[in-house]
């Protein structure tokens, strides 16, 4: 059976060079993604006294390959391209030294705290002793994302380290901290609350939850300028709540506007309820509120007041009322552009702003939804599994291009108009170069 599905014989054998090493080990192979970790696919086991094993009957494509040990922090990975009936042969070399990390919360060992550690190829995880200190073996060092738990922080503290041989990290001491309610005085429980430091270097924002109470918490917050996000089902978004913080504890209470509530009810072609279907309210390129459709394909959707929104399903657009039903067509079409300038350079990086069946699906919803397009490498952009109809896009560089393409939209028209069918469609457009 091929590993990945294609019909190629290539095997990849994996040499370990153990330098003294004699625990049992598992390699595993998986296919690389753009900007994720891999899909593992096949994993073997090597016994103490074995250091190689094969791969065979592997696709043609890009490879990473995980050497892992008894510990959370043996981890060492390489990566291997194969074509069509290729044989690849690989080494990954174990080069063990000793890892110390102490970890601390205002000069306060964090004791019994998870550390999850994500590198490029891998995630894995280990716990602090009672004095905040992990001793570990370590196989592969290097830039990593650092998520510590601990019962004494209110939510994960994210931190971008490089893994050597001595990491000594002191969390600040500073918590953010409040209340969510519903315009009633309720609270507001499962609230999502995301703080994010506005320094150019501390980009990482810290994410948690309100419990039954409508309270949060989040521990150890720098001192500077912060921006505070609180969005709740059947709740509209308020702006970011921006403040400074210097003292130990800044209190930042919240209070959440129901809106006017919309019954929707979301159906395929065929009248039968979709559950589980992201709606999004949105007023331009504002989102207003998100929910999802229960088990009979309803929603109820926090829209303004002033009706001035748009409700998105998919690429379903339609605008808000009090209720209202939400008809999906089947996603019977592909779309695979290629954007070219006219020397046949490719227009690479590039987003697609969408307008279909005379709808503009803004960025920011675009986004949420998961249906954005980019242009790859070769210039090319696929919509897979789209509901037949009429396409316009525009190709933009910035944020402050697509706004201003959507203040435009009605009067402008757009470069790349089609009407698709059922079925896989293809088309190349080509742009004069400027």
């Known amino acids: ?87 690849r042969a690989v080494t990954i ?14 000069g306060t060992p964090l004791a019994n705290a998870t550390l999850t550690v994500q590198a490029a190829d891998f995630t894995t995880s280990a716990t602090t002793d009672a004095r905040g200190v992990i001793v570990e073996p370590l196989w592969q060092g290097g830039d990593v994302r650092l998520t510590i738990d601990s019962p004494r922080l209110g939510a994960p503290y994210p931190a971008q380290v490089r893994l050597t041989g001595h990491l000594v990290l002191d969390i600040e001491s500073r918590v953010v901290r409040g209340v969510v309610r519903g315009t009633n005085g309720e609270p507001v429980a499962g609230a999502s609350i995301v703080l994010r430091a506005e320094d150019e270097d501390r980009r990482v924002p810290r994410r948690t939850t309100t419990n039954n109470k409508g309270e949060f918490r989040i521990d150890g917050v720098r001192p500077g300028s912060q921006s505070l996000r609180v969005s709740a089902s059947g709740y509209l978004r308020g702006k970011p709540i921006e403040f400074q913080i210097a003292e130990r504890e800044h209190v930042e209470n919240v209070v959440l506007d129901p809106g006017l509530g919309s019954s929707i009810e979301v159906v395929d072609a065929g009248g ?47 605008r808000a009322a009090r209720s209202g039903r939400i008809v999906i067509p089947p996603g019977s079409a592909s779309l695979q552009l290629e954007l070219l300038v006219t020397d046949g350079m490719p227009l690479t990086d590039l987003p697609l702003l969408v307008r279909y069946n005379g709808a503009i699906i803004p960025p920011e919803v675009a986004r949420v939804l998961g249906i954005q397009q980019r242009t ?38 757009a470069p790349i108009k089609l009407d698709v069918a059922s079925g896989e469609y293809r088309a190349t457009v080509r742009f004069k170069a400027r």
């Open 1 to 87: 059976m091929l590993l990945a599905g294609s019909a190629s014989g290539a095997t990849v054998a994996v040499h370990v060079a153990r330098n003294g090493d004699s625990s049992p080990l598992d390699v595993r192979l998986g296919l690389l993604r753009d900007d994720r970790q891999p899909s593992w696919i096949a994993t073997r086991h090597l016994q103490p006294d074995r250091s190689d094993i094969t791969f065979r009957d592997v696709a043609a494509g890009s490879y990473a390959l995980l050497l892992g040990g008894p510990r959370p922090l043996e981890r060492a990975s390489a990566h291997v391209a194969v074509g069509t009936d290729d044989h």
């Open 376 to 413: 790859d490498a070769r210039g090319r952009a696929v919509l897979s599994h789209v509901p037949p109809g009429v396409y316009e896009l525009w190709p933009y560089r910035s944020d402050e291009e697509a706004e201003a393409l959507m203040a435009s939209e009605s009067v402008l028209a």
């Open 272 to 318: 039968r309820a979709i559950p589980g279907v992201t709606v999004v309210c949105a007023t331009g390129n504002t989102i207003r509120s998100i929910t999802r459709t229960d088990v009979l394909g309803h929603a109820l959707v926090a829209t303004p007041r002033d009706g001035n929104a748009m409700l998105f399903a998919g690429l379903v657009a339609q």
């Open 93 to 106: 070399a174990i080069q063990p030294r000793s890892f110390h990390g102490r970890f601390t919360m205002g």
